[in-house]
């Protein structure tokens, strides 16, 4: 069983749409989650750390649901520069990192 | 601040030819590491390293080396390239200290085995 899984999509929205993704992962000791965005021949950069808590940065909303073992990114009103691949990464005890495949977005005008 | 510095962008090489791929990062970072990404398959981590003079296997090592001699440099080898080593490739850093922020990536290594 994968460490992470994610719907590859592609998720096709109009601007002005919200959009959420979700990710499920298989180890209940995982320690840190966070949301990567990865434009198109390029290198995966830090979106949002996933706090307990739920935690929030402008239109983007990310949530960890420890007892369903999953994270989701909810992105609210879509820019045209929204799309890209959003990658799911959880880490280990052993500070490993582990990603997802990836959900591509494509942000219609 | 140039953070992780990858060489070369891009590669061709013919099956069985050897080269080496340079990662270096000016954080002081403890941690590096090497991933491969390929289509629908994600990144896998191909080695990794906790410090100066360390190394450890990841999910995909087979026909990798790799070396730490200095912190700041993790070097990446392939000694019999072959046409499934075709990928991009990113080298990746973190500390302790760090490790809640996730991973500062380099900008990738394109590598055709031919």
């Known amino acids: 069983r994968k460490e992470v899984e994610q719907d590859p999509g592609p998720f096709n929205v109009p601007e002005g749409a919200t959009v959420a993704f979700n990710c499920t992962y298989s180890?209940?000791?995982?320690?840190?989650f966070f949301w990567y965005r990865q434009d198109c021949r390029k290198e995966p950069k830090l979106l949002m750390s996933v706090y307990s808590s739920g935690n929030e940065d402008g239109r983007f909303t990310a949530q960890l649901n420890r007892a369903s073992q999953y994270i989701s990114l909810l992105i609210r009103d879509s820019k045209l520069s929204d799309s890209a691949t959003y990658l799911c990464v959880v880490t280990n005890t052993g500070n490993q990192f582990y990603f997802g495949t990836g959900t591509s977005l494509t942000v219609i005008p | 601040n140039a953070g992780v510095t990858q060489t070369p962008k891009f590669r061709v090489l013919k099956t069985g030819q050897s080269m080496t791929l340079l990662c270096a990062q000016d954080?002081?970072?403890?941690?590096m590491y090497w991933y491969r990404q390929d289509p629908g398959m994600g990144l896998r981590l191909i080695h990794y390293s906790v410090g100066e003079g360390t190394t450890a296997k990841g999910e995909v090592p087979d026909g990798y080396n790799v070396s730490r001699l200095k912190k700041q440099n993790f070097l990446l080898g392939l000694e019999s390239a072959a046409p499934s080593q075709t990928s991009v490739y990113f080298c990746?850093?973190?500390?302790?200290?760090?490790?809640?922020?996730?991973?500062?990536f380099g900008s990738g290594t394109r590598l055709t085995v031919v």
């Open positions: 180890n209940s000791a995982s320690q840190s």
């Open positions: 990746a850093s973190n500390d302790r200290d760090s490790a809640g922020y996730g991973y500062t």
């Open positions: 954080m002081n970072h403890e941690y």
